[in-house]
């Protein structure tokens, strides 16, 4: 039983992440956190609780944290999720409310209350909650078993900027805090997700389960397939978010290599780029892994499998 905290800006891909989190009862999840990103902090603190009602899951609280990056100003992605971050999705005032408590102090709180190496994070959105967390109480740098993050690219180039991808470009100082922090933590970058394409057999295979989950999953798989094709003119969309899930589930189907990584923050050309080096002088020594190869049929395979029950 892996006990984790997901903080996160649904989002369309967050979505899928949170069904594929949701259905899986290997996995006690101890909390979902929000933070502004992909829309607004008001909009992903709703989408999380409408995720986790269609799932059936109000047995998770779900706490809403920063609004707004460290320094620099917002920046949304509501081109690539929607104007309700949802895509298609048809959105409603979800029964529950959110859980009281600030995102950040929600982090603290639940890695301090247990056993050091006992939580695992898991971060699909930018990371300011997660960097105000851990420079409010640097205790729990430590403590987390392991911090998995979907962000940056190194051979793939960005998706918001020729040279970022959009998490660490959103807030990259916070990025840099959590990176330089010394945490063990796993990158899920575009080189990774990128190999995770949504094909029509792909979502075929998910709308044909006929679960609550996996329905409202292919629907939001099917608003990025047409973002796809109408704005970055390729085919089938990546999964980006799902892969921090599917790794926690079942890392054999993922290839990783120690490395450094660098968060650029001075430069307004590449800012948010992230600089991935693994020329190291002790590469046992690393406490950041980066994602280089991910086999994609297993992901879809894990995500059919674990829906196919909710
Ligand atoms: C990341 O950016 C967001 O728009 C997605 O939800 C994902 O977390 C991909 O670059
Ligand atoms: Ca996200």
Redesign the pocket.
């Known amino acids: 039983m892996t006990k984790l905290i997901i903080d996160c ?1 649904p ?4 979505a899928v992440a949170l069904f594929l989190a949701f259905a899986s009862r290997d996995l006690e999840i101890l909390a979902v956190t929000t933070v502004g ?2 829309v607004g902090a008001d909009l992903t603190a709703r989408n999380a609780r409408i995720i986790r009602q269609i799932a059936g899951r109000e047995d998770v609280p779900v706490h809403a944290g920063a609004a707004r990056p460290l320094f620099r100003p917002p920046v949304e ?1 509501d081109h ?2 929607g104007e309700s971050g949802l895509g298609d999705l048809t959105v409603f005032e979800p029964a529950a409310p959110l859980a009281p408590g600030h995102a950040a102090d929600v982090i603290i709180q639940t890695v301090m209350a247990q056993a050091a190496g006992g939580v695992t994070l898991a971060v ?2 930018p990371m300011t909650n997660v960097a105000l967390a851990f420079i409010r109480e640097p205790a729990i740098v430590g403590r987390l078993a392991q911090v998995v993050v ?2 940056g690219a190194r051979t793939e180039g960005g ?2 900027t020729a040279s970022a ?3 660490i470009y959103a807030d990259p100082h916070a990025a840099q805090v959590v990176f330089a922090s010394g945490c063990r933590c796993v990158v899920l970058g ?1 080189d990774a ?1 990128h190999q995770v394409r949504a094909t029509a057999e792909r979502v075929a295979a998910l709308r044909a389960l006929a679960t609550p989950a996996a329905q409202a999953a292919a629907e939001v798989i099917d608003f990025s397939n047409g973002i796809e094709r109408d704005i970055v003119g390729g085919k089938s969309a990546p999964l ?2 799902p892969c921090v899930i599917a790794y926690i589930l079942a890392p054999q189907l993922f290839t990783a290599r120690p490395c450094k990584l660098e968060v650029e923050t001075g430069s307004a050309l590449t800012l948010g780029h992230t600089a991935v080096d693994f020329r190291l002088a002790d590469p046992g020594a690393a406490t950041i892994q980066w994602v280089t190869e991910v086999d994609a049929d297993g992901v879809f395979d894990l995500l059919n499998q674990r829906l196919a029950g909710q």
């Open positions: 800006d989002g369309v891909d967050d990103g992909n992605a690539f999720h699909t959105g979907m962000g998706n918001i991808e959009y998490n575009l997700t980006h978010d």
